[in-house]
């Protein structure tokens, strides 16, 4: 599987448990297969109890991801070394709750990395992008925090973090409209990120058609569709350092004996 990582610059100060690595840029990475949607990034996600590693790669700028996606980009020619991180330093989620964000693309000029439970740690990097205008997952996640108070309280979020940013309409496609991830959370009638089942069937709805029938609103490529640009996109991404192409193995399937 081919993934867009896609480099959110963190805004200094740095966390206190990467406060060493000032003076270096630091990013958080995320894994999409949505690149043409980063015009519609409004925050990050992380799971604030999942490990993660902050590490040097080899030009010298300092990436946090799940460790066993560290390992993996160790084995693309991410660091000096395969299959060593170097000044690896251990996380958890909560370290790196809050902080402010610079995203390639995003018209927000800061965005903020925010708590969603559902962040799986055997896919992509663990740290995920959000696009809620495009991403049923990313809107039932923000909707959960806006609408949850006690949520809020308990991961310390800020009001200005999680209500100043609004989904935005960055492609258009037939029948579902501008924001299609909303649209079809509605029509679902999903309530909340847990109500796994619908999400995955509103994924499945939104990501067919916004590949094969989607129209850009937004950005160079305003007015074209979305299959004849993603690669365009990508690409223009990785020539301005913004972005890598970064390769999840494929699952081992262990065969039974016999
Ligand atoms: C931005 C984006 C914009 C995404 C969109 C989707 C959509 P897949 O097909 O299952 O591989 N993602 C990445 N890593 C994780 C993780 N560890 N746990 C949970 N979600 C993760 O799904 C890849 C997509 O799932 C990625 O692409 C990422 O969200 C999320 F408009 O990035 B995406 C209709 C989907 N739209």
């Known amino acids: 599987q081919e993934y867009t990582l896609i480099k959110m610059k963190v805004v200094v100060p740095y966390p206190s448990k990467l406060s060493h690595f ?51 980009m160790s084995y693309q020619g991410f660091t000096n070394e395969e299959g060593v991180l170097e000044c690896c330093v251990s996380l958890t989620g909560e370290d790196i709750l809050g902080l402010g964000l610079k995203a390639p693309l995003s018209p927000y000029m800061m965005i903020y990395s925010l708590p969603m439970l559902s962040i799986r740690a055997d896919k992509g990097t663990g740290i995920v992008t959000s696009v809620p205008s495009d991403s049923p997952d990313d809107y039932a996640c923000l909707l959960d925090l806006q609408n949850k108070q006690p949520l809020r309280e308990k991961y310390r979020i800020d009001d200005y973090k999680l209500f100043s940013f609004k989904p935005i309409p960055i492609i258009d496609v037939p029948e579902l409209g501008t924001l299609s991830a909303q649209v079809v959370y509605e029509r679902l009638k ?69």
């Not at 925050?43 to 390992?71: I, M, Q």
């Not at 709805?205 to 993603?230: A, E, S, W």
Request: proline share 2%; glycine share 6%; aromatic share 10%.
């Open 22 to 72: 000032k003076g270096r840029d630091l990013y958080l990475v995320a894994a999409t297969l949505r690149p043409e949607t980063m015009y519609g990034q409004t925050n990050c996600w992380v799971h604030p109890d999942l490990e993660y590693v902050a590490f040097v790669t080899s030009k010298g700028e300092v990436f946090v991801c799940t460790k066993r996606s560290a390992l993996n």
């Open 190 to 258: 999903i309530q909340s990120q847990n109500d796994r089942e619908k999400l995955q069937e509103a994924k499945d709805i939104v990501y067919l058609k916004g590949f094969y029938d989607g129209v850009m609103l937004v950005g160079l490529h305003k007015g074209r569709k979305v299959q004849d640009v993603k690669k365009i996109i990508q690409q223009s991404l990785i020539q301005s350092s913004e972005a890598m192409i970064y390769y999840e193995p494929e699952k081992l399937i262990v065969s039974r004996s016999g």
